[in-house]
């Protein structure tokens, strides 16, 4: 009897109760050797049509996107080994296979000449965009090289990857390498329940008595924000603040410093082969910003608002802790405690107190009747889904037509073998192939805590707006109307725009109106008391200065980095970081510490002077919510013109004209700094 592999059989849903680990290798070499044999077939006919060239590739895309994508789900939400082995196994054929095509100058050639042709000329501008983007990353993959410098810039590419997956093992190894063991129960004084019981769990696991604290994030920031230990505080933000360096308690065991300096000056490298002054400007090519000056302008110009204000917030601050404690000079390991100390007193309000008012059911209905009335969709759950877990719902998405628009899975809850965070994945991505049309399909994965006997979960404000924050990508990925993988949904949106429609929904989650159709307690059904509501929002900008420049200070060092990078002096790291402090700092970390040596987002992640796109996208979705402030926060037509002029398009145009066309003109910065209570421009 002949094995099916589910993978390459499944016609709609993935079939992920039958998916195993040994079908992953198997259906992922099939599937890479069609689409070798797809691009061969096409550069051979000769094709320069869309029909003949375009069309076969983007499905091709369709179809490889398909399999992989319930691979790394299930690598994410269900990971046990052999999958893990399966999974990484295909990481490098993935990659080669990327790499070739980025570097098949048969069929470079060939979107060059249907650029060129008369056929260009007659296609919609979706196509249009996708052709010249085509031919952006061709060249981006150094395709257009004479051979020698290709292979070079092939080498380079290969050696960075490996850099940045050392990068992050020296991170992930560094923060596992170092715990502080404590037998005595003062010392966690201050610590929430949840912390201690970690605390213990850690100590249980180890053969230990007492508890043991660890440089993971739900040990190390409870610690501290509550710790009233102010040596605990200090020992442990000495161990973080110098990870993978030269410095600190497990000083060179993981040193970061050299492949910092090996990654800047390949990056340099790899830019200057492709035509770029600076990996900045290389970074810039697919974004929505158009130069480097523009970046650097933004960040200043925001740091030059934002720096007062928290200078301000500061100086407080340190009253505050010398009134209290008699702290006489408040350090980098006080500022967390201190400040959680000062909101509480002000507000009178903790994220524990506003969980009953959260239950998830319940704010997943009001989540779905806010998306009702803006955009006229209705999203309904259906039963009988084959899924990877009990907990996984599952719902479809239609519009006012009932028109079916999408579908979505949603894994709520926390468990062992998933990874922690929030996000938002696409399983099946919106295409036109020859068969049919194929609707989209997320899956949208939290990490709320489980429902505990007969109460349903209860959530905080915070993973509130994690939901919301996720459903809006979702809604981007779900309600496009464009055909073609490479535009449709979030694909082919410019990083600093894609969080656009996630920032934007964010926004709900403040507003009275919002709040009215699901914050209600979960025994007793009453809403959440207006002075409730008052405090919630009179919360929202405490310390928005200071961590408004503490951005700014990552994105600025990230930038200037990529930007001013000379190969005669190196990377000059440290000396760039004194630099960007001098301009934007207000709380001045020890000489020991080593932020850089930290950073995975920018050394093993994407966001290579990139890092700046938080802010950048915040502007957009802060300005385009002024909208509905002016026409009201649950106007219909105001969202189906958002819905009409941004979810639809994906990445099918320009985001610059996206935001003109919903919002009549280009983005200001007004609102980012009216919603983050500075002081707006003139
Ligand atoms: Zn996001």
Redesign the pocket.
Known sequence: MTDINPLLTMQGLPPFATIRAEHVVPAVEEVLAQARATTAAVTAAGGTSWESLAQPLEEMQHRLGRIWSPVEHLHAVADETSLREAHDACLPRLTDFWTELGQNAALYRAYRALRDGPEYQRLDPVRQRIVDEALKDFHLAGVDLPPARRERFRAISTELATLGSRFAQNVLDATHGWTVHLTDAQRLAGLPETARALARQCAVQRGLEGWVLTLDAPAYLPVLTHARDRCLREEMYEAYATRASEQGPQAGRWDNGPAIAAILALRHELARLVGFESYAELSLAKKMARSTSDVMAFLTDLAARARPVAERELAELEAYAHRRDGIGSLEAWDVPYYAERLREERYALSQEELRPYFPLPRVLEGLFGIAERLFGVHVRPLQGIETWHPDISFYEVRDAAGELRGEFYLDPYARAHKRGGA??GACIGRARTRERLWHPVAYLVCNFAPPVDDHPSLLTHQEVITLF??F??GLHHLLTRVDYPSAAGINGVAWDA??LP??LMENWCWEPEALALFARHHETGAPLPAAMVERLRAARNFHSGLQIVRQLEFALFDFRLHLEYDPARGGRVLETLERVRDEVAVVRPPEYSRFAHGFTHVFAGGYAAGYYSYKWAEVLSADAFTRFEEEGVLNGSTGRAYLASILEQGGGRHPMDLFVTFRGRTPRIDALLRHNGLQPAC
């Open positions: 996000w938002m924050h996720e809006g990508h894609v969080e996630s920032q």
